[in-house]
């Protein structure tokens, strides 16, 4: 029978996938977005390095998606991820369906009521076990489906929907071969190792997954070892298929690696660190510059536990209405009751991805980080559902009251999951990143140079620059990227000229730099060196707004005067030196006091708040995009107040107040400008 159900499987992963891909499809990003997607974006489309570890398999998958003869780039590689979010909600039914099914037909017989022995329900009635199984594996890939992250994944270009793809195709072969396992036992077949080429093809696909986030892939480790030991003990891990699972996977993991030195000798626009030797290769795939984001400090993690029950409680419904979570308690506590191999399988990856996660300082992508708990959620409360079809079958209850319980149950997690994500995640007007890009090329002069450090800024301008080919005369610096030797090969190749005119200071800097990058606990135990090449990079910079200027105008963003340890003697050099003279999203560098006018900007901000989409409070347009429009439009309205422009001054402020209504300083400069105009 079990083998029978392997067409409903199917199906009902089918239907599942046609539903995730509607949605997706609907809901897709139409350009480029904000963090990584830009710099991803050229990776792929030239088949380049991308930042650490490199991401060889999404980034050869996603140049495939790339060559698709429909719609700009951008709009293909994000099509490409709807495509891999939705094969991976399908896999999380067929993983439900797989538990379900080996608990049903091979699971130890249980206790069972007065009133269940009485029950005219025939122990093999197919039908009735087969909704118990298909019911609850049906509702867990809708709920994947609506969930907050992976939908918000599958509409932009990101890793995240792929590397959730294929965590859940090694789950599913593992557990298939577990299945099988059970299978041999009850035809009292001894050849179990008949069925290991599903364990084999898991640890292929493992390799594989290693090649696009490997991280979150090695977490998922210990939940498969249990599951693994619980059907062969020691004998597997003592045997010669433990190695050759390793080989296999090894193999693959190398296979999929190989393809950074290799694309990095051709010299790609997109060559992050430069990976060509061993030791460059390791510290790409290691990630050695994120280091410094780790802290186990026990507030620093209770702080970020507390942000993940934060974005638990939202991921599959309103936080409000935990209808989820606690049919994912229900179960857990099911599973613990009646199959324990499931129960612990779950709980180790939420263990396990708990105990990386929290120690890891970052902001803008950590959701995806949690992307296997918020799985393991979902899987446990299909089999909540599946609990609470059990309730609802007992010997009095009505006919049909358990279909009915089965659907009642879909229905509400679908719909509330769907209701509470929709505003979030619905991207088909996202212009947020390309109006970004647009906006500041608005302003800036023709091979006007723009020093930033606003990732923002730097990721959709590559792809602004690089494939579409806009304002390539624009010479845009990553004040942060100075900091990585690979960097200035990508800037000569862009802006030679840049290069050329401030060669003096940058190779002094860049054989300082390049020292650093492989001892950097040389400089770590040595003050001088650390000195030096501080003062280098000063320097560097200082020749490069200096030699620029005689050239072109010269600009910054507005984050770049927030000093830290790192930039402290620049951002204290520049405001020293020259005006700052705001002028759209940027400011102008002037020479003299004198005041500077130009044009009143006209910024396009859909989506910032013309209520067109919606952003959570700890989202990056919240966070750095809206701050940055108001900001500079309060810098203006300064600026145009301190030279008696008070009309001027108070339309900028109205500006920044219809973007952030409750803006203090937009307050409080537009009360003065008006008092000003009124009592000259």
């Known amino acids: 029978r079990t083998i029978s159900w392997s067409r409903t499987e199917l199906l009902c992963a089918g239907a599942v996938f046609v539903v995730a891909?509607?949605?997706?499809?609907?809901?897709?990003?139409?350009?480029?977005?904000?963090?990584?997607?830009?710099?991803?974006?050229?990776?792929?489309?030239?088949?380049?390095?991308?930042?650490?570890?490199?991401?060889?398999?999404?980034?050869?998958?996603?140049?495939?998606?790339?060559?698709?003869?429909?719609?700009?780039?951008?709009?293909?590689?994000?099509?490409?991820?709807?495509?891999?979010?939705?094969?991976?909600?399908?896999?999380?039914?067929?993983?439900?369906?797989?538990?379900?099914?080996?608990?049903?037909?091979?699971?130890?017989?249980?206790?069972?009521?007065?009133?269940?022995?009485?029950?005219?329900?025939?122990?093999?009635?197919?039908?009735?076990?087969?909704?118990?199984?298909?019911?609850?594996?049906?509702?867990?890939?809708?709920?994947?489906?609506?969930?907050?992250?992976?939908?918000?994944?599958?509409?932009?270009?990101?890793?995240?929907?792929?590397?959730?793809?294929?965590?859940?195709?090694?789950?599913?072969?593992?557990?298939?071969?577990?299945?099988?396992?059970?299978?041999?036992?009850?035809?009292?077949?001894?050849?179990?190792?008949?069925?290991?080429?599903?364990?084999?093809?898991?640890?292929?696909?493992?390799?594989?997954?290693?090649?696009?986030?490997?991280?979150?892939?090695?977490?998922?480790?210990?939940?498969?070892?249990?599951?693994?030991?619980?059907?062969?003990?020691?004998?597997?891990?003592?045997?010669?298929?433990?190695?050759?699972?390793?080989?296999?996977?090894?193999?693959?993991?190398?296979?999929?690696?190989?393809?950074?030195?290799?694309?990095?000798?051709?010299?790609?626009?997109?060559?992050?660190?430069?990976?060509?030797?061993?030791?460059e290769i390791w510290w790409h795939i290691t990630g050695r510059q994120y280091r410094v984001f780790f802290s186990f400090s026990p507030t620093t993690m209770g702080a970020q536990f507390t942000e993940f029950c934060r974005m638990a409680l939202r991921e599959f419904g309103f936080p409000w209405l935990p209808v989820t979570p606690l049919l994912a308690l229900a179960g857990f506590a099911s599973a613990y009751k009646h199959d324990r191999t499931p129960f612990w399988f779950l709980l180790l990856i939420i263990i396990a991805d708990l105990g990386y996660s929290l120690s890891y300082e970052i902001a803008e992508d950590k959701d995806a980080?949690?992307?296997?708990?918020?799985?393991?959620?979902?899987?446990?409360?299909?089999?909540?559902?599946?609990?609470?079809?059990?309730?609802?079958?007992?010997?009095?209850?009505?006919?049909?009251?358990?279909?009915?319980?089965?659907?009642?149950?879909?229905?509400?997690?679908?719909?509330?999951?769907?209701?509470?994500?929709?505003?979030?995640?619905?991207?088909?007007?996202?212009?947020?990143?390309?109006?970004?890009?647009?906006?500041?090329?608005?302003?800036?002069?023709?091979?006007?140079?723009?020093?930033?450090?606003?990732?923002?800024?730097?990721?959709?301008?590559?792809?602004?620059?690089?494939?579409?080919?806009?304002?390539?005369?624009?010479?845009?610096?990553?004040?942060?990227?100075?900091?990585?030797?690979?960097?200035?090969?990508?800037?000569?190749?862009?802006?030679?000229?840049?290069?050329?005119?401030?060669?003096?200071?940058?190779?002094?800097?860049?054989?300082?730099l390049e020292q650093w990058e492989r001892d950097p606990e040389s400089f770590a135990r040595n003050q001088e060196l650390t000195q030096r090449i501080s003062m280098a990079f000063l320097e560097m910079v200082r020749a490069m707004v200096r030699n620029e200027i005689k050239v072109a105008p010269v600009y910054m963003t507005n984050e770049v005067l927030s000093a830290d340890k790192t930039n402290g003697y620049l951002t204290q050099w520049i405001p020293q030196t020259y005006q700052l003279v705001p002028q759209g999203l940027v400011f102008n560098l002037a020479t003299d006091q004198s005041f500077h006018d130009s044009p009143d900007p006209h910024l396009r901000t859909r989506g910032l708040a013309d209520a067109t989409l919606r952003s959570a409070s700890d989202d990056v347009v919240r966070l750095k995009v809206l701050p940055a429009y108001t900001r500079m439009l309060v810098n203006r309205g300064r600026y145009l107040a301190l030279f008696n422009q008070q009309q001027r001054a108070i339309a900028a402020f109205k500006k920044a107040l219809t973007l952030d209504p409750n803006l203090a300083a937009a307050q409080q400069g537009l009360a003065e400008s008006t008092a000003r105009l009124q009592n000259p």
């Not at 079809?389 to 007992?394: D, F, K, L, R």
């Open 21 to 279: 891909m509607l949605l997706y499809t609907i809901t897709l990003a139409p350009t480029v977005t904000l963090v990584d997607s830009g710099e991803l974006i050229v990776a792929a489309q030239g088949l380049g390095v991308a930042h650490p570890p490199g991401f060889p398999l999404w980034v050869m998958l996603a140049h495939l998606a790339s060559l698709a003869p429909f719609g700009n780039v951008a709009a293909r590689i994000n099509f490409s991820s709807a495509v891999f979010a939705a094969l991976a909600c399908a896999m999380v039914t067929l993983v439900v369906a797989e538990l379900l099914i080996t608990a049903c037909c091979f699971g130890a017989p249980k206790r069972t009521s007065k009133a269940a022995r009485h029950s005219k329900k025939k122990p093999d009635d197919s039908t009735g076990d087969g909704f118990l199984i298909f019911a609850p594996a049906v509702g867990a890939g809708l709920l994947m489906t609506f969930s907050r992250t992976l939908w918000f994944y599958a509409t932009i270009t990101e890793v995240y929907a792929l590397n959730a793809l294929l965590i859940l195709v090694v789950f599913f072969l593992v557990l298939r071969w577990r299945r099988r396992i059970f299978e041999a036992r009850k035809h009292a077949d001894a050849t179990v190792t008949t069925y290991d080429a599903w364990i084999y093809a898991a640890a292929f696909v493992f390799g594989l997954a290693m090649g696009v986030h490997h991280v979150t892939v090695a977490l998922t480790l210990p939940a498969i070892a249990a599951v693994v030991y619980t059907m062969q003990g020691l004998r597997f891990y003592t045997s010669r298929r433990l190695l050759y699972a390793a080989l296999i996977s090894f193999g693959a993991l190398v296979a999929v690696y190989a393809y950074l030195p290799l694309a990095a000798a051709h010299a790609p626009v997109m060559n992050w660190g430069n990976p060509r030797s061993l030791q």
């Open 369 to 512: 980080y949690y992307l296997p708990a918020f799985i393991s959620i979902a899987i446990a409360a299909g089999f909540g559902i599946r609990w609470l079809i059990g309730v609802a079958t007992t010997r009095t209850a009505p006919v049909g009251k358990p279909y009915v319980a089965g659907a009642v149950a879909i229905v509400l997690t679908a719909a509330t999951a769907f209701a509470a994500n929709w505003p979030f995640n619905n991207r088909r007007h996202y212009f947020i990143a390309d109006d970004y890009v647009q906006n500041l090329f608005s302003t800036i002069a023709p091979d006007g140079l723009l020093l930033t450090q606003d990732w923002q800024v730097v990721s959709p301008m590559f792809y602004a620059q690089e494939i579409e080919q806009r304002r390539r005369d624009v010479k845009v610096v990553d004040i942060n990227l100075l900091r990585r030797s690979w960097y200035f090969a990508y800037l000569k190749h862009t802006h030679p000229d840049l290069i050329d005119r401030s060669r003096e200071k940058i190779d002094p800097y860049v054989e300082l």
